[in-house]
């Protein structure tokens, strides 16, 4: 076997990626805040799975808060239809609804990572569930702006170290693996590695 050259590639986050951080960050620890009881595995899962996707891509990102936005809303209209007296009885059924105390975010298939990041709530009545999406609304044109408009730095750093390997010297011939955790992601990298000219195969494990 050849030997293997390790070698870590640092890449500083630009202004617009980095307010985009902060954001998300801030509305994880309003929105879904550390819990015990029932809540804490949902609670500590969902917490995980969106700071992960969070650093996985900005495009990992907004698709995650795009759908949080959508089954979030459809759950304020569900309860908005609903009598006053049965709103926090509904609320604290879907609460504990997600919760295992023995599973963690290592042990989720995609489904399940998915049903978390889209569906857990943690509001406890209605007026707290119109602020999350509220909150999400903007996080999702923020991530929109950033996604669509400001320079991808964790891309840019891929494609300087694909300029380095040298591909075109090798008439074809060159392989080069990429791992990456989330499918959004990886649709993102496959989209424009193809832009780029390369020729992609993809295994996934969902």
């Known amino acids: 076997f050849p030997d293997r050259h390790v070698q870590t590639v640092g890449f500083r986050l630009n202004a617009e990626e980095y307010g985009l951080y902060k954001a998300v960050t801030a ?6 805040p550390q819990a015990g009881g029932r809540q804490k595995q949902s609670v500590a899962l969902t917490r995980t799975v969106l700071q992960r996707r969070l650093a996985s891509s900005t495009h990992a990102i907004l698709e995650s808060l795009k759908r949080r936005l959508e089954k979030q809303r459809k759950l304020m209209q569900e309860l908005e239809s609903l009598p006053s007296n049965q709103r926090a009885r509904y609320l604290d059924r879907l609460r504990g609804r997600l919760s295992d105390d023995e599973i963690d975010e290592d042990d989720l298939d995609d489904a399940m990572r998915d049903r978390l990041t889209d569906e857990f709530t943690a509001a406890a009545e209605l007026d707290q569930l119109r602020a999350e999406v509220a909150a999400l609304k903007d996080l999702v044109e923020q991530a929109q702006q950033v996604h669509e408009h400001a320079l991808d730095s964790k891309l840019g750093a891929l494609r300087d170290c694909l300029k380095r390997a040298e591909f075109a ?26 832009r780029w000219g390369y020729s992609t195969t993809e295994i996934h494990g969902g």
Do not use: A, M, P, Q
């Open 27 to 32: 509305y994880i620890n309003e929105f879904l």
């Open 169 to 194: 010297e090798l008439d074809g011939r060159g392989k080069l693996l990429i791992f990456t955790e989330h499918r959004d992601t990886l649709n993102h990298l496959r989209e424009h590695l193809s």
